[in-house]
């Protein structure tokens, strides 16, 4: 049955049978999470490669401050 629509119309799609806000509200709940979730790991790599060489910069500092 290629080509035969459950749907009329563009507003009985996008109201899925009184079940829409249920349902776009998970897809849009999930697109969000989609796009945020990259931006937060992003977020997290960059702060621990900067506590990386805050860490690397303070052991070098300590051992010239030994042999001086």
């Known amino acids: 049955m290629l080509g035969h629509s459950q749907w009329n119309s563009a507003a ?3 109201a899925m049978g009184g079940y829409g806000f249920y349902v776009w509200g998970s897809f ?3 697109a969000v ?3 945020i979730e ?3 790991a992003i977020a997290r790599q960059r702060a621990a490669l900067r ?3 805050r860490e690397q910069l303070a052991e070098q ?3 010239e401050t030994k042999e001086s």
Do not use: R, T
């Open 38 to 40: 990259p931006l937060m």
């Open 51 to 53: 506590e990386l060489a």
């Open 28 to 30: 849009l709940a999930c």
């Open 33 to 35: 999470l989609m796009v």
């Open 61 to 63: 500092l300590n051992k």
């Open 12 to 14: 009985e799609f996008f």
